[in-house]
């Protein structure tokens, strides 16, 4: 399956209501407006003192000129070419540079060798909007640490928001040794500049460092931080890290934040197909590295509504000390809270024979609560191994490292993951025991221990019913161990991709004693793609069915000019539209259907009227059909008298 096929559309018009509000908030707060606005009339490159100029006002002047008063940039469409190095602003005021969109504002660096495109330091907001930020390529050659930022460098204590843009085909490549914390192919945010991310695409940037003795923190081909990070209906992806020789904790295809730094958030966004392969040399001290979408040596992870696929991670080289992982997701910070997001078909390679793993998700934190969310297709290749406590890493879709905390997994569907030739298919856990609750594990392999193909390693013995099929997970007698009829991954409605089941599995209906909770405990309302779910008896995994409501309505009287409108009221508690429409009998005609009426996602009791004609004489059956996604619903037999 081809990850591009489950990315999520970058349309605001489709997004939610609180990518609203964030991206209102973004463009609400810029420059006050009494502030100076300049508009940039050539996309030439020249320094002078001519702004604000009817004719001759540079980008690269207008920036120069606002770092005394703040105010609004104005940059035509335009393509502006950067002959001059980096554009360098420090502000104390807020700034917002605002373009006309993307592949149309675009401020490009490639004629200018060794340059980044923007390097600011920032004590006040700072809004780059509607932009196309390219061209980056930055070379070091002399140590620096926290070197990077081949699009964007950012440093100082206000914020940076990223609304509307572009950030592509920028690099950053550190071939000096002794680096640390190099990358941030396409933006660099350090020292506590807080970046937020709304609306924005981040792509086919990269970060390359190949000398020796290179220490960690190095990566981040998209993005790399020091700070907080926040993605709201964002694309990061196609983004590469190539790393010669790491002395650990490094990767980060998409993301890097570095250690002891800020949390990463990110809703209704996709990180996808990005890939981090990290080479090791120094035995001594080897540890902690990989991946593919993001790699978080901070604080926390937490993410909703989000889609990681695609991403890839490979580390080799002299491994000795184990700890590395994460095809999507490296964990090595604090918590990890996941809902209502999907991770599918990453993969982490490695040759290390010691706690390496994670598919789709290396968890090496504290705390981690997932709820709602679907790992499918999933893979961790490495050498082979029988060792089913779970010590010599493995699992296809996660690997937890559960020194600290005891993960929670509640209402999930983990399947068609693979571990390759080591264990754990689904899971596979070295430490505190892994509790799983009212989720699906199924159909997940592990070929070199069949007895491992779901789960393995430190589960409770204990947990809340699930439905398990194709291996064990645990040894509850709770345990449903029956197919439960999980359909492909496919846009199901929702802001992510689902694995829908039937009306007839296992899982419907089954929960039914004290409610339904999420990994945190908390009433859970709806399932990952925003269906009700019931008080109670809710489905197990990540899907409620919805399967629609039809109630046919009584005609009036009897009909006397031979056309009718068929009443009827259609509940459709589906994401996507379904559609309603009669069957009508008797008279003089055979069974027939009407035109169909389109039914509203989430419909709560939409009225149908739906008009037929021509009838003769004599007495009609009719009933209300209502089909959606997860089923048909048939209505009671009314009649019709015709005089």
């Not at 893979?379 to 600290?404: Q, R, W």
């Not at 392999?445 to 390693?457: L, Q, S, V």
């Amino acid at each position: 399956m081809k990850s591009r096929t489950i990315r999520r559309s970058l349309c605001l018009a489709a997004g939610s209501a609180a990518t609203a509000v964030v991206l209102a908030g973004a463009i609400g707060a810029q420059a006050s407006p009494t502030a100076p606005v300049w508009r940039v009339t050539t996309t030439t490159d020249p320094v002078s003192a001519s702004c604000p100029s009817a004719s001759d006002c540079s980008l690269r002047q207008a920036i120069a000129d606002a770092q005394s008063t703040g105010g609004t940039i104005d940059v035509p469409s335009g393509h502006y070419r950067l002959s001059q190095g980096a554009l360098v602003g420090a502000f104390d005021d807020p700034v917002t540079i605002v373009g006309t969109g993307k592949a149309q504002s675009i401020i490009d660096a490639a004629d200018s060798p060794n340059s980044r495109v923007f390097n600011l330091s920032v004590g006040a907001r700072i809004t780059l909007q509607n932009l196309e930020i390219t061209g980056g390529d930055i070379t070091d050659n002399t140590g620096n640490s926290e070197f990077g930022g081949g699009g964007v460098a950012v440093t100082g204590e206000g914020p940076l928001w990223l609304v509307g843009d572009r950030i592509t085909g920028n690099t950053v490549d550190g071939t000096a040794a002794s680096l640390y914390g190099t990358g941030g192919g396409g933006v660099d945010a350090t020292y506590s500049a807080v970046l937020n991310v709304v609306h924005t695409r981040i792509d086919h940037n990269s970060v390359i460092t190949n000398a020796a003795a290179i220490k960690g923190n190095l990566g981040g081909g998209g993005i790399w931080s020091t700070s907080d990070v926040s993605l709201v209906d964002s694309e990061i992806d196609h983004n590469s890290v190539t790393i010669g020789a790491s002395n650990g904790d490094s990767g980060g295809g998409g993301i890097l934040i570095g250690a002891g730094s800020g949390d990463l958030t990110a809703r209704d966004s996709t990180i996808s197909d990005n890939t981090a392969s990290v080479g090791v040399a120094d035995t001594s001290n080897v540890a902690a590295n990989g991946g593919g979408g993001i790699y978080q040596d901070g604080n926390d992870i937490i993410l909703d509504q989000t889609t990681l696929a695609g991403n890839r991670a490979t580390v080799t080289g002299a491994l000795n000390s184990g700890a590395s992982g994460g095809g999507a997701i490296y964990q090595f910070g604090n918590e990890t809270t996941i809902a209502n997001s999907t991770i599918a078909s990453n993969r982490f390679t490695s040759n290390e024979t010691s706690r390496a793993g994670g598919g789709g998700l290396y968890a090496n934190g504290t705390v981690s609560l997932i709820t709602n969310s679907t790992f499918e297709g999933n893979l961790v290749s490495g050498p082979a191994t029988t060792d089913t406590t779970g010590g010599s890493g493995g699992g296809g879709a996660i690997y937890f490292e559960t020194e600290y905390g005891a993960p929670v997994l509640s209402f999930d569907t983990i399947a068609r993951n693979s571990a390759g030739s080591t264990v754990g298919g689904a899971i596979a856990s070295d430490g505190n025991p892994v509790a799983i609750g009212h989720s699906i594990i199924a159909s997940n392999t592990a070929a070199a221990h069949t007895g491992t193909a779901n789960c393995a390693g430190a589960l409770f013995p204990v947990v809340a019913t699930n439905v398990v099929y194709g291996g064990a997970c645990g040894t509850s007698a709770q345990n449903i161990v029956t197919n439960p009829g999980l359909r492909s991954l496919a846009g199901n409605g929702g802001p992510t991709w689902t694995m829908a089941i039937s009306a007839t599995s296992p899982a419907v209906r089954h929960r039914a004693t004290s409610g339904c909770t999420s990994a945190a405990g908390d009433p859970l309302t709806r399932d990952q793609r925003g269906v009700f779910r019931p008080s109670s008896a809710c489905d197990l995994g990540a899907y409620q069915v919805a399967q629609p409501v039809a109630a046919t309505l009584s005609t009036p009287g009897v009909v006397t000019d031979g056309t009718q409108h068929l009443p009827g009221i259609a509940r459709n508690p589906d994401p996507t539209a379904g559609s309603a429409y009669f069957v009508i009998t008797g008279g003089s005609i055979r069974a027939t259907h009407t035109p169909r009426a389109r039914i509203a996602p989430f419909a709560g009791g939409q009225f149908v009227a739906i008009a037929v004609h021509h009838l003769q004489s004599g007495t009609y059956r009719y009933r209300l059909v209502v089909t959606n996604h997860d089923g048909v619903a048939v209505g009671v037999w009314r009649t019709l008298t015709v005089g």
